[in-house]
């Protein structure tokens, strides 16, 4: 059943909504969520191969799937990744408020209404600059807890960083403080769709579905992912200003010394800086948008992979 949770009035007669697609009925609940930032569409092909399979096979499904595909309606549709009235980034404004200002009345209302789910999983790309695989963000204070839900999502690594990296205004802090089991996923690239990536987590999805007792089809085996720290990870910035020229593909392994690409300055011809992994392992950020600036970010290397 499909219905707005949230409906508020905007100039010129028009209205802000967001719907959430509600689908079967019973005592467990899982939330997939999406949209919070607008020039993030990943999750926009996962909420749909979901509700369809889930529809198609209605009598195997035991409990609810509440699916918010539009969590930033206006964002998305003006390619925006906050929220275009307020020029706000929504996943800075949770838990909200109810008595506060529109923002925060919006916000206040999207926890009030996951709150108290089994589980919910919270989908994300990453911006136009980067592109990142399949991978689950956890905080090492939930990891006890979370860890072993992110197991069978079928990403490729499960990241846990370190509390003081966490955002305490994001909708997964929110909820997981409201004891409400929240995973984060990130994977792709902003502003496009990696429907090998969409196809893997809803594999995932429904494997977590069976493991909560919710859906009783068989599914397909999850691959077990790499569970890494903040020290297991390292950065590569740009130390000058140009164009960055890949040299390492996305998704590879790498070794310590091996180049991963270039700063170029196309005026002068000039190669300004060199850049080479400092560790042996799996190179699984990589900068997608070419201009950078000193101290852009241009890539991470999950070490001793």
Same mark, same amino acid.
């Given at each position: 059943?499909?219905s707005?949770?949230?409906?508020?009035?905007?100039?010129?007669?028009?209205?802000? /909504?967001?719907?959430?697609?509600?689908? %079967?009925?019973?005592?467990?609940?899982?939330?997939?969520? @999406?949209g @919070?930032?607008g020039?993030?569409?990943?999750?926009? #092909?996962?909420?749909?191969?979901?509700?369809?399979?889930?529809?198609?096979?209605?009598?195997?499904l035991?409990?609810?799937?509440?699916?918010?595909?539009?969590?930033?309606?206006?964002? =998305?549709?003006?390619?925006?990744? %906050?929220?275009? +009235?307020?020029?706000?980034?929504?996943?800075?404004?949770?838990?909200g408020n109810?008595?506060?200002?529109?923002?925060?009345? =919006? /916000?206040?209302?999207?926890?009030?209404? =996951?709150?108290?789910?089994?589980?919910?999983?919270?989908?994300?790309?990453?911006?136009i600059?980067?592109?990142?695989? $399949?991978?689950?963000?956890?905080?090492?204070?939930?990891?006890?807890?979370?860890?072993?839900?992110?197991? #069978?999502?079928?990403?490729?690594?499960?990241?846990?960083?370190?509390?003081a990296?966490?955002?305490?205004?994001?909708?997964?802090?929110?909820?997981?403080?409201?004891?409400?089991? @929240?995973?984060?996923?990130?994977?792709g690239?902003?502003?496009?769709?990696?429907t090998?990536?969409?196809?893997r987590?809803?594999? %995932? =999805? +429904?494997?977590?579905?069976?493991?909560?007792?919710?859906?009783?089809?068989p599914?397909?085996?999850v691959?077990?992912?790499?569970?890494?720290?903040?020290?297991?990870?390292?950065?590569?910035?740009?130390?000058?200003?140009?164009?960055?020229?890949?040299?390492?593909?996305?998704?590879?392994?790498?070794?310590?010394?091996q180049?991963?690409?270039?700063?170029?300055?196309?005026?002068?011809?000039?190669?300004?800086?060199?850049?080479?992994?400092?560790? @042996?392992?799996?190179?699984?950020?990589?900068?997608? #948008? $070419?201009?950078?600036?000193?101290?852009?970010?241009?890539?991470?290397i999950?070490? %001793?992979?």
């Amino acid at each position: 059943m499909i219905s707005n949770i949230i409906e508020v009035p905007l100039a010129v007669g028009e209205s802000l /909504t967001i719907p959430r697609n509600r689908i %079967g009925s019973g005592d467990k609940r899982l939330c997939i969520v @999406t949209g @919070t930032h607008g020039d993030e569409l990943e999750g926009q #092909y996962v909420a749909w191969k979901l509700a369809s399979i889930l529809h198609q096979n209605a009598d195997h499904l035991h409990g609810i799937v509440d699916i918010y595909p539009a969590m930033n309606p206006l964002g =998305i549709c003006t390619m925006s990744r %906050g929220m275009p +009235l307020v020029d706000l980034d929504m996943n800075r404004l949770f838990p909200g408020n109810p008595n506060g200002n529109m923002s925060e009345y =919006i /916000t206040s209302r999207i926890v009030e209404d =996951i709150a108290g789910a089994d589980c919910c999983i919270d989908i994300h790309a990453s911006n136009i600059f980067l592109r990142e695989i $399949p991978q689950v963000r956890i905080n090492v204070n939930t990891a006890d807890t979370l860890v072993p839900l992110a197991k #069978y999502l079928n990403m490729d690594f499960v990241w846990v960083h370190a509390a003081a990296t966490v955002l305490e205004s994001t909708l997964a802090h929110s909820l997981n403080s409201l004891n409400t089991p @929240t995973l984060v996923v990130e994977m792709g690239i902003g502003m496009r769709t990696t429907t090998e990536y969409g196809d893997r987590l809803v594999v %995932g =999805i +429904l494997a977590l579905m069976a493991h909560l007792g919710m859906w009783d089809l068989p599914v397909s085996p999850v691959s077990p992912p790499i569970v890494s720290s903040d020290g297991s990870v390292s950065f590569i910035n740009a130390p000058c200003a140009g164009m960055f020229f890949p040299t390492s593909h996305h998704t590879s392994y790498v070794e310590a010394g091996q180049q991963i690409g270039v700063v170029a300055d196309p005026l002068t011809g000039e190669t300004c800086a060199v850049l080479k992994s400092p560790v @042996t392992g799996l190179l699984f950020t990589l900068r997608e #948008y $070419p201009v950078v600036y000193e101290g852009s970010l241009i890539a991470r290397i999950l070490g %001793g992979s």
